[in-house]
Structures are given as C-alpha cells and as structure tokens.
C-alpha cells in the first residue's frame, strides 16, 4: 500500500498529557498537511510543509501544538497538556507539490480522545 | 470572511440522481475540490474545477460557475455505497483549502 499512512489509529490519553502523532506520506510527495476534524464537520487546517520547510500554521493554533518534518519525509504533530477540546480527528494528507493547486490525498486518520 | 455553504443532509433513492450544492465565499480562488468521507474514515479526491463548467468522471460530475459563487456535485445511479458525507472545498489566494461542513447523503434502497 503506497498511501498516506498514519499511526497511531486511535489514541486515548488523560487531560494533561503529551502526546505524539506520526505521518508517513505518499513516497515523493513534498507537501505534507495536518487538519483536525470535529464529528458534523470539515476539516480544520492546522499546518503545511513544503519538504522539511514548515511554511503556514494555522492563526488558531494553539503553541501546546508543534510539527515537525524532519528529513522531508515522516512528520510529526504534538499537542502538550492535553484537554478535552484537544479531542478529534488528526489528519495528515499529502500532494506531490506540482505546483500550487495540486490534490491532497489524505491518511486514515488518528482519533485522538482526551479524558 | 471566507466561507463554505453546502446543505447538512440529503436523502435519496438507490438509482436515482441528486445534486449537491456548494456555494463559497474566498478571498480569491484557486480551484474547487469535492471529496467524500465515509463514516470514520479520511476524505477521498472526487474533482476538481477551476474553469467554469461541468466535468464528468464516470457516475459522477461537477460543475463550477465562478461568477456565482457556486458549485454542484451531480451523482448518478446512486448505489448504497454512495452514502457518505460529501465535502465541498475552494482554494484561496494562499493556496489553502477552505472546506464546508460536509453533506451526509443518505441512500434508500
């Protein structure tokens, strides 16, 4: 399977506590995005890289949420102190970056549920 | 403000034909983008539009009018496994995806 893939699927954590998600995109594909996505609802962008280059981040984010794409390949989200808003659907798509409107192709998703 | 407007729900029959509506608010416009998502699952690429007019893809096409503001999703022959939510999405000026709330599609046998 050569899609977007995302681990954990499902995560479920106390209040207060940190937790890390991974993205492994589409092989070759230099863009790289994360959303967050609440049940009756489209998905929220949270930030965009381009290769390792983090280029816009989401004015409602919050600083307990960090990204980072390290080599141009995996990313990963963190969310430190966890609350119970933080709970929802992370996802993580990917477009091969040929030029500016090219498609996203998203991951199943990680379920995050903050108790 | 930028904004996406599409109806919450939708009901129709298994064989028949439905329409979904999108209307959107962006500062500027870069494309049109239609996804469905099933139930607990991600998004799948549907179409693109960024010149007005209808494309059609099989059972299903898409039609933009740029000078109104609007965009539908037209579904063919619908089977039971078109019943999922359809997301309605417009590109800004800064390349980003402004998504709707989604259309859940109900079908009936």
């Known amino acids: 399977d050569t899609g977007v893939s995302q681990d954990p699927r499902h995560k479920i954590t106390k209040r207060g506590q940190n937790v890390t998600f991974r993205c492994d995109p589409i092989s070759e594909h230099n863009r790289l995005y994360w959303y967050r996505q609440t049940l009756g609802q489209g998905p929220e962008f949270l930030t965009y890289?381009?290769?390792?280059?983090?280029?816009?981040k989401s004015r409602l984010l919050s600083d307990r949420f960090s990204a980072e794409r390290p080599k141009g390949s995996f990313s990963t989200l963190e969310i430190q102190r966890t609350e119970q808003g933080d709970s929802a659907m992370y996802l993580c798509?990917?477009?091969?970056?040929?030029?500016?409107?090219?498609?996203?192709?998203f991951g199943p998703g990680t379920r995050l549920t903050v108790l | 403000g930028q904004n996406i407007d599409q109806p919450t729900e939708m009901t129709a029959t298994e064989g028949a034909i439905v329409q979904i509506n999108c209307t959107y608010q962006t500062s500027g416009f870069n494309g049109l983008f239609w996804y469905q998502q099933h139930a607990g699952e991600a998004p799948t690429f549907l179409s693109y539009n960024v010149l007005d007019g209808l494309e059609e893809k099989g059972r299903f096409s898409s039609f933009l009018s740029r000078s109104k503001g609007y965009s539908y999703l037209l579904l063919k022959e619908l089977q039971m496994k078109d019943s999922a939510s359809y997301l309605c999405?417009?590109?800004?000026?800064?390349?980003?995806?402004?998504w709707g709330a989604g259309t859940k599609l109900i079908i009936k046998p």
């Open positions: 999405a417009a590109m800004d000026s800064n390349y980003q995806l402004i």
């Open positions: 798509a990917s477009s091969p970056g040929q030029g500016h409107t090219d498609t996203q192709y």
């Open positions: 890289f381009q290769n390792e280059a983090q280029l816009e």
